[in-house]
C-alpha cells in the first residue's frame, strides 16, 4: 500500500473523530429545553411570524444558524471551509487543510424528520449525485473539486421531531413580548457525522434526479450500517455507477435497469456473505 494510500487513511480516520465529536456538541447552540431557539422572523414593527416547518426551510435556517460553529470547528483542527460555489453543487462544505491543500474532505449538511407513524424510522436522506461527477471522478461538472480529490465524504446529518402547532398560531403575528410563548416547528434533536457510503441504501432518493438515497432506520443510521456496511467503500461505488444503468434479468425474464444490491451481487458473482443481515434498512421506503 503506497505511503499517500497510508496518510490518507490516516487522515480521514482522524477527520471523522472531529466530525462525529463536534456533530454531538451541536444541540447546545441551537436549542433549548430540547425545542428549537429559532422561533420566526421578525419585521421593521418588531412582528414575529413563525416560520414554515416545510423541510427545505428549516434545512436552510439551520444551515445559517449552525455555520458559525463549524467555522469554528474548521479553524480549531486546521482546516479552512469552502462554500459550494452554487447552490446545486456538491457538496456544502469543503474542509481544506491548512497545511496541506491537497487535503479535502467534502461534507454535506443533511436534515430530516421522524416519521410520527413509523417509531424508530426517520423519512431519509439524500446522499449526493450518482451521475456525471461520481461516475467520472475527474469531472468539475456540479462539484466544487472533482470527486477523485477528496479524501472523504461525510454527511453531518440532523434527525428532528415536528411539532404539531394549532392553526392559530401558524397564522398570527407575535410581539416581541410574547416571544416566550411562541412555539418551535422542530424539536428533539439527533446530531451524527458518519461516510455518506455508511447510510447509503440500494435506492435512489426523492424526486426524480440521480441522487443516492439513504437507510432510514434511525439506529443504523447513527451506527452506519448501510446497505454496503459490510461489503465496503468500493463496492458502493461500484454499485451507485451502474445503477440504472447496468443490465441484469428481473423475475419474468426481461431485462432492466440495475436497482437493488441482490441484483448487483448476483450479476458480479459476488458472495452474498457482504450483504449486510439485517433488513430493517427496508422496511419503510
Given at each position: 500500500m503506497g505511503v499517500l494510500i497510508v496518510k490518507n487513511k490516516a487522515m480521514k480516520k482522524e477527520f471523522a473523530v472531529q466530525l462525529n465529536d463536534f456533530a454531538k456538541s451541536l444541540g447546545s447552540h441551537i436549542s433549548q429545553n430540547d425545542e428549537w431557539t429559532i422561533k420566526g422572523f421578525i419585521d421593521v414593527f418588531r412582528n414575529i411570524y413563525i416560520i414554515s416547518a416545510d423541510t427545505k426551510v428549516v434545512s436552510k435556517i439551520l444551515e445559517l444558524h449552525l455555520f458559525p460553529q463549524f467555522l469554528g470547528f474548521a479553524e480549531k483542527i486546521g482546516y479552512r471551509i469552502e462554500l459550494a460555489t452554487y447552490q446545486n453543487w456538491y457538496p456544502d462544505l469543503t474542509f481544506v487543510k491548512k497545511d496541506d491543500e491537497a487535503v479535502k474532505f467534502a461534507v454535506d449538511l443533511k436534515t430530516t424528520y421522524l416519521l410520527d407513524d413509523r417509531p424508530g424510522f426517520c423519512n431519509g436522506f439524500t446522499l449526493g449525485s450518482h451521475g456525471e461527477y461520481f461516475i467520472?471522478?475527474?469531472?468539475?461538472?456540479?462539484?466544487?473539486?472533482?470527486?477523485?480529490?477528496?479524501?472523504?465524504?461525510?454527511?453531518?446529518?440532523?434527525?428532528?421531531?415536528?411539532t404539531k402547532l394549532s392553526e392559530n398560531s401558524e397564522t398570527r403575528a407575535y410581539s416581541i413580548d410574547e416571544l416566550d410563548e411562541i412555539p418551535s416547528v422542530i424539536?428533539?434533536?439527533?446530531?451524527?457525522?458518519?461516510?455518506?457510503?455508511?447510510?447509503?441504501?440500494?435506492?435512489?432518493?426523492?424526486?426524480?434526479?440521480?441522487?443516492?438515497?439513504?437507510?432510514?432506520?434511525?439506529?443504523?443510521?447513527?451506527?452506519?450500517?448501510?446497505?454496503?456496511?459490510?461489503?465496503?467503500?468500493?463496492?458502493?461505488?461500484?454499485?451507485?455507477?451502474?445503477?440504472?444503468?447496468?443490465?441484469?434479468?428481473?423475475?419474468?425474464?426481461?431485462?432492466?435497469?440495475l436497482s437493488s444490491f441482490e441484483e448487483y451481487v448476483t450479476y458480479r458473482g459476488l458472495s452474498k456473505d457482504i450483504m449486510n443481515p439485517r433488513a430493517s434498512w427496508r422496511k419503510v421506503r
Open positions: 467520472n471522478r475527474d469531472s468539475h461538472k456540479n462539484i466544487q473539486y472533482p470527486y477523485n480529490q477528496y479524501s472523504g465524504h461525510f454527511c453531518l446529518g440532523i434527525i428532528y421531531s415536528r424539536k428533539h434533536f439527533t446530531f451524527f457525522a458518519v461516510e455518506k457510503w455508511r447510510i447509503a441504501s440500494d435506492k435512489g432518493g426523492s424526486g426524480n434526479t440521480a441522487n443516492i438515497g439513504s437507510i432510514r432506520f434511525i439506529d443504523d443510521i447513527l451506527s452506519g450500517n448501510g446497505v454496503f456496511a459490510k461489503a465496503g467503500e468500493g463496492i458502493f461505488d461500484d454499485y451507485w455507477a451502474n445503477f440504472g444503468k447496468m443490465q441484469v434479468e428481473s423475475k419474468d425474464g426481461k431485462r432492466k435497469g
